[in-house]
């Protein structure tokens, strides 16, 4: 708890991935408690994902105001409080509410991120009405959202959404590499900071600019 105490704190200063000023205001808005936490704080202070940044402060403050388009979603967005984040959390909507195949997720994702307009209105209503996706030879009959349950106007809008979020959802596993590495700094920061500060400095020892950073 003291290392995410840390991070909360704002002293981001040689802390990996957390240095930046913005990134460390934010990181002071969310009050991170975990591992989950830090990977989507990672993957959200970018170009376009930004723009969600509030509603997921306000879900990581009270999670009971989270509000999920269809039950199926919650096991999906939980750890992220209702915000689509990640590359996978897009193929797992597609997987679930559709009935996408792993591999037809992938697919999908990669035509949305594509933003061609013809792809993205067969894959729509691919996702909504099913059907079977032109071109894929491998790719089975996709069952499609209302056919699986989900009100059409529900898909339509939560295809919308996957729009809006797809070309900038980050990819999962490697916000969680980044993430293993923040704590990993954040922890030798916090349990052996003299140690910890001289190795940083050491590594930087060339540059004057740097070396005054850390020392001040």
């Avoid at 240095?19 to 975990?34: D, L």
């Avoid at 999962?172 to 993430?179: F, I, P, T």
């Amino acid at each position: 708890p003291k290392v995410y105490e840390v991070i909360a704190s704002g002293d981001c200063e040689a802390i990996f991935q957390l240095e930046g000023g913005g990134i460390k205001k934010f990181m002071m808005q969310m009050q991170p408690s975990s591992l989950e936490d830090v990977m989507a704080g990672i993957s959200m202070y970018r170009p376009g994902p930004m723009q969600f940044l509030d509603d997921f402060l306000k879900g990581k403050r009270d999670p009971e105001s989270v509000h999920y388009d269809h039950p199926l979603l919650k096991g999906i967005l939980a750890t992220t409080y209702g915000c689509i984040v990640y590359q996978e959390q897009v193929m797992q909507i597609a997987q679930q509410i559709a009935g996408y195949s792993f591999g037809g997720a992938d697919v999908m994702r990669r035509a949305i991120a594509k933003k061609k307009e013809k792809i993205l209105q067969e894959q729509k209503k691919i996702f909504i009405e099913g059907g079977k996706p032109p071109g894929d030879r491998t790719e089975k009959q996709i069952e499609g959202a209302v056919a699986r349950g989900v009100p059409k106007e529900v898909a339509d809008a939560l295809f919308e959404r996957i729009l809006k979020f797809a070309q900038y959802a980050f990819n999962k596993s490697h916000a969680a590499a980044y993430a293993v590495l923040s704590y990993q700094t954040a922890y030798l920061k916090c349990y052996y900071p003299l140690h910890y500060i001289t190795a940083v400095i050491n590594d930087r020892i060339s540059n004057a600019d740097e070396v005054r950073h850390y020392i001040n």
